[in-house]
């Protein structure tokens, strides 16, 4: 999963980018990316059994996208849009204090607003010119009608993520990276007085705001300082602060189910691993995430569960005592199920 940090100049980009990926290794010119190994109980029971040579988290890749012009400024530029296209949610920091370098008073509900504006402008002006081609080669049909309705409901100042479409309508939609189309969480970056201010509960609380959109807060200045302490200062300092856990762990918890991602896990003497995919997944599109030519050359799934794992500890003895089932290429794959794919290529 790639989670892209945007925000107003001076919101606290670059803090919640350490706060939620502490220890990563920056690279990439101009964005910082950033990547987090989402902790998973489920594969370090797989690497007790089996000691794989490799082990493999799921992962999720934090992004900086970098600076936009002040709210309301005017457009994004283009580095930051090229930056935000990749990502499969973007994450927007909402200034919530007091930031002397920054201009004005922190706005809130001001930022929210202009921010989701640009991205309906934007999405409108890419579907424009998608109608304005397929007006010229007289296309009709369900990508043309689509793109009209999406237009119609960009033109009403509304975000194309709160659109109900069908998996079939979605798919007329796929590739071209529509800024609005993506699931959007609010970060409010609060200061640290905020964070225990009856006013300010509601931008500190997960709520949902509509379709794909949710907000919560922080204070990103906390947590990134937190991450430069030893593990055991950290925990001490949560502890100080009445807070259960670093912001980074719940916020992996939170877009996971969010974005309704579950992991199947893959294990044996070679590699122990965790596959993220979307909640209602076939086995057989599941597959093709290990390998295209397992989707191309599916056979079966034999499943299993951890439970069983940890009492037969093998595959051969799972089978052996009936604790595999064989599942076909539509089965729906749940969450932890471990799996062995069988394919013929
Ligand atoms: N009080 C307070 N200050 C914060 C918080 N988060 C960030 N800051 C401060 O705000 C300033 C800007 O933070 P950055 O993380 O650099 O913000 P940014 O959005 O990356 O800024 P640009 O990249 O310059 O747009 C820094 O001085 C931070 O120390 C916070 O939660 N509380
Ligand atoms: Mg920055």
């Given at each position: 999963m790639r989670v892209g940090i945007c925000g107003y100049p001076g919101s606290g980009k670059t803090t919640v980018f350490q706060a939620l990926a502490p220890g990563a290794k920056i690279s990439g010119k101009g964005v910082s990316l950033g990547s987090i190994k989402v902790p998973d109980p489920r594969i370090d029971q797989l690497v007790e059994i089996f000691s794989p040579r490799k082990t493999v988290y799921a992962e999720i890749l934090f992004a900086d996208v970098g600076n936009t012009a002040g709210?309301?400024?005017?457009a994004f530029p283009a580095a930051v849009l090229e930056a935000m296209r990749g990502m499969d949610v973007l994450v927007h920091v909402v200034r919530a204090f007091d930031n002397p370098m920054a201009e004005g008073d922190d706005n809130p509900k001001r930022d929210i607003a202009l921010f989701d504006d640009e991205l309906i402008l934007l999405d409108m002006a890419l579907l424009e010119r998608r109608g304005e081609r397929w007006r010229k080669e007289s296309r009709k049909g369900m990508e043309v009608q689509i793109n009209q309705r999406c237009l119609e409901h960009l033109s009403e100042g509304l975000p194309l993520r709160s659109l109900e479409l069908d998996a079939l309508q979605r798919s007329t939609l796929v590739g071209i990276q529509l800024f609005s189309l993506k699931p959007l969480i609010i970060l409010y970056n609060l200061s640290e007085e905020r964070m225990d201010d009856d006013a300010w509960a509601y931008a500190r609380e997960l709520r949902q705001l509509g379709p794909n959109s949710w907000s919560t807060g922080i204070c990103a200045q906390l947590e990134a300082e937190l991450n430069e302490l030893e593990p055991e200062e950290r925990m001490e300092m949560l502890a100080d602060l009445g807070l259960a856990e670093p912001a980074a762990a719940s916020f992996v918890r939170t877009a996971y189910s969010l974005l309704d991602l579950i992991s199947f896990l893959t294990f044996g003497p070679d590699e122990c691993r965790a596959w993220p995919i979307r909640r209602g997944t076939v086995a057989r599109k599941a597959a093709g995430k290990v390998h295209s030519d397992i989707e191309r050359g599916f056979i079966r799934a034999e499943v299993s569960g951890l439970a069983d794992m940890l009492v037969h500890r093998s595959e051969a003895a799972m089978r052996a005592a009936g604790k595999t089932r064989l599942e076909g290429k539509e089965y729906v794959v749940q969450d932890g199920d471990l799996i062995v794919f069988r394919f013929n290529v």
């Open positions: 709210p309301g400024a005017g």
